[in-house]
């Protein structure tokens, strides 16, 4: 079943800007010397990934000692990240190569090796120039992403922290800024450091909370199985949710089978799954609120702060509270996650009204193709 959600009647006046002319000047990725292709996906285990179609890294290099680059593509067929209305690419789908990109970095180039516990504690992304992910529907989105290393403390196998800038170009333009900060440990110090955490929470006594996705169409999506939040099924929270002003709230109600977010077994809710939690919080919320007409938004914009792992046993809760609209038309929505009433992450997800898709009509016919035939 899917939750409902009002609307508020009252509509932004500021219109989206889709380009910024100051990011809209060809790129310069990769850099002479750098050759990176996309004829093959790197080995899964470099990226994290056990199904080798969720593997979207093509290629990696290095400049020097803190500098790297790599390659991406997103398949087009792809069930979660194709899963939008047409005319546009999503970009947390190139944030999700570019986490994979600090895996490949980080086992490739760096020294540490596969099998290390380490954990994203911040990550931060800005869309500079949202045109750099226009879809003529044909062509898959794929890129380069260079990060450098600002901050390092211990190498290969004994790094313990370290600190990522990056940017990603797309078609020649610079489409996105990026950072993160990360935190490496031992195998065993992780056990320890998890079992302690959850022996200080009432895991075995958590019951989840029932809940019934939202409609795939409230949060952007067309297909049910790739919504992850929902409302209660019973009883509304006493500050009702659903109702009209204040925060919205709802629940992570994501499929555990999903072949994206579970592509392998996780000991805590991954991360990916919470920021595309945010994201459909944020979209829900801001169309409630009335700060987006439509569900059609872009995320331009993602901060999150990962302060604790969150279980698998207990309510996670998202709560969203729309901010006022920029000068160029994004909609800033703050988001928290809780879980026993504490903030397991802490964020914002910006997002930007795509404009109007123009009645395609009836398909006309294919465009001839200049590639030599290699037969059928």
């Not at 979660?80 to 999700?96: M, N, Q, T, Y």
Request: aromatic share 6%.
């Amino acid at each position: 079943m899917t939750g409902t959600i009002p609307q508020a009647p009252h509509m932004p006046s500021v219109p989206p800007v889709l380009s910024d002319p100051h990011s809209a000047a060809p790129g310069r990725l990769p850099p002479p010397g750098a050759e990176l292709g996309f004829e093959q996906t790197v080995p899964r285990a470099l990226a994290h990934r056990r199904q080798v179609g969720e593997v979207f890294v093509t290629d990696s290099a290095q400049g020097s000692d803190d500098d790297f680059h790599l390659a991406f593509q997103i398949p087009r067929a792809h069930s979660l990240w194709s899963d939008r209305r047409a005319g546009f690419h999503d970009p947390l789908a190139s944030a999700e190569a570019a986490r994979q990109s600090i895996f490949v970095l980080l086992h490739r180039h760096v020294g540490v090796p596969v099998g290390l516990p380490f954990s994203l504690q911040r990550i931060t992304l800005r869309v500079t120039d949202p045109s750099a992910y226009a879809h003529d529907g044909t062509s898959a989105l794929q890129g380069y992403v260079h990060y450098r290393v600002a901050e390092r403390q211990g190498k290969g196998s004994d790094v313990v922290s370290m600190v990522l800038d990056g940017t990603m170009e797309i078609g020649g333009r610079r489409a996105m800024a990026l950072s993160a900060v990360l935190a490496f440990m031992s195998q065993e110090d992780y056990d320890v450091f998890r079992a302690y955490q959850r022996a200080r929470k009432p895991v075995a006594e958590a019951r989840p909370t029932p809940a019934r996705r939202l409609g795939a169409a409230l949060v952007g999506r067309e297909n049910p199985r790739n919504v992850v939040v929902g409302l209660p099924e019973r009883e509304p929270w006493p500050d009702d949710a659903s109702g009209a002003g204040g925060t919205f709230r709802c629940l992570l109600a994501a499929d555990p089978h999903h072949p994206a977010f579970f592509d392998h077994e996780y000991d805590h809710v991954p991360g990916p799954l919470m920021v595309e939690g945010m994201r459909q919080a944020a979209v829900a919320a801001a169309c409630r609120a009335g700060a987006l007409a439509a569900p059609h938004a872009l995320a331009v914009g993602c901060e999150a702060a990962f302060l604790d792992f969150a279980e698998f046993e207990a309510d996670l809760v998202h709560e969203a509270e729309v901010g006022a609209p920029g000068a160029d038309g994004r909609v800033p929505v703050a988001v928290v996650l809780r879980q026993f009433g504490k903030p397991v992450v802490e964020g914002r997800v910006d997002l930007l009204p795509e404009p109007a898709r123009p009645d395609p009509g009836r398909p006309g016919p294919l465009p001839p193709s200049t590639a030599r035939a290699h037969g059928v």
